[in-house]
């Protein structure tokens, strides 16, 4: 018994077949034309599935054209915070809302431009009924956002 029979517990295959160590085949012009044309099937299949792949991606694709001192708002993630590198992706234009101008003199940044958020008053409680759990969530406004932004 062959080591890797004795391992796997089947028989050798290879891409020109499945056999036995101990067997012995010709290996003529016709293997080698069949593995030939089974190469140029699998190529084709790839180049269409490459193809298809591809339409997807330039129907989600858009040209973006800027001019110096335009405005963006950069998507970011809680978790992952901001990095010196993103993708272009990441940018959305932005339209101007006093809304979204921030008070400094409230918040105080850090070395790493983060803040730590103070929790103010209490809104509202709530408990959970899971299957054999209760969870209590509570809804807390932070300083310097209005009660209608307050976060559970």
């Excluded at 054999?132 to 559970?152: D, F, H, M, N, Y």
Aim: aromatic content about 8%; glycine content about 4%.
């Amino acid at each position: 018994m062959a080591p890797f029979e004795a391992l796997y517990g089947r028989r050798v295959c290879s891409p020109i077949g499945c056999f036995k160590p101990d067997e012995t085949r010709l290996y003529g012009t016709d293997l080698v034309k069949d593995a030939l044309e089974k190469i140029k099937l699998i190529q084709e299949q790839l180049h269409i599935a490459q193809s298809r792949q591809k339409s997807y991606a330039n129907q989600k694709a858009r040209d973006l054209s800027v001019m110096v001192g335009e405005k963006f708002l950069l998507k970011v993630s809680p978790m992952k915070g901001v990095h010196p590198v993103f993708h272009v992706s990441m940018l959305r234009r932005y339209h101007a809302d006093r809304s979204h101008v921030l008070d400094y003199n409230m918040t105080q940044l850090d070395e790493s431009l983060g803040y730590e958020e103070e929790h103010i008053t209490i809104v509202d409680r709530q408990v959970l009924q899971l299957r054999s759990k209760k969870i209590s969530a509570v809804k807390v406004q932070l300083r310097g956002q209005p009660v209608e932004e307050a976060t559970w």
